[in-house]
């Protein structure tokens, strides 16, 4: 399979003091549903943002389907952060024209259809709806496009577990087998069923990049388990 | 029938055994179409990759077969359709077994345990 994201060489940190990678090499494949799991502070969101063009790296290289990260590749790149950056004031109608002036492979009936279902009308304000029902629509309008690769940063945390399963659903029905999703969290048991590959971070470090099924063979654990033994304090 | 799975062992695999099941209680039968890897993943809450996988090591196995245009199917096993269940009854005894010995009971204490138990 083809690499859609190289990094090579990467170092990114905050200030002197604060180096989070000094070397990092990581290739991701196309087609794959990929958990970068690691505890807090571990470098998660800064990789995602890197990858999503909001952070430039210190020193080193990161290509996306060919292209050095810039506007070619924000096209291709559907990003969900970790906090919501929508104008709360907006209706939902509001959300889906910004979006479909944004980006060119928005499918707005798409995401009207999937709002339908979960009976979110166009004319509703976004600040007022809850707190799963705002990470809903912010996942639904991110899996409305039609992009390569899409990072979901902690699309789970703190919803409850209905939302989780809605919100899992939305990610495999949506999926298509061309595009790669990389997904970060630390409720590994929740997600592990739908995890093509894990990799864990640590400290700024790759300390492992397997498939989930290949690794739950070779140890006789659930990631889950992996995962807390690895990062045993 | 809804999927459990434990994350200890591989999913695939997991998935594989369930519809070797289904296939030995008669709940899918030869012959009738397997539905669609996206709607199956979707029941089963896995990943489409994941369940594709099952699926295809299932057709090298020879339980089912696929046809280009029409979908997969659950194969005719003919006279080796009995053996999907002698199989899976075999890995219950075999885990069973395992699980009893393991506890510290001889052979004939398992063996009357599972006597008793079927006559009660």
Redo the contacts between chains.
Sequence with gaps: MSNLVEISQVKKGYGIRKQVFTDLNLNLES???IGLLGPNGSGKTTLIKMLAGLLKPDAGNIMIAGNKVGPETKAVVSYLPERTYFNESLKIKNLVNMFKDFYADFDEARAYHMMELLKLEPDMVFKKLSKGNKEKIQLIMVMSRKAKLYLLDEPIAGVDPAAR?YI??TI??N?D?EATILLSTHLI?DI?????DVIFVKEGQIVCHQD???L??QR??????IFREVFKC | MSWKFDNSSPIYMQIMEQIKKMIARGELKPGERVPAVRDMALTAGVNPNTMQKALSELERAGILVSNRTAGRFVADLGENSGNLKSDAGYKLTVNYVNGMRELGFDDKELVDSVRNYVSK
Excluded: F, H
Excluded at chain 1, 192 to 196: A, F, M, P, T, Y
């Design positions: 087609g794959k549903i399963d899992l659903q495999i029905t999926y087998s048991s592990e069923n739908i995890l093509d989930a099924d290949a739950r063979s006789g654990q659930s990631v889950d388990e």
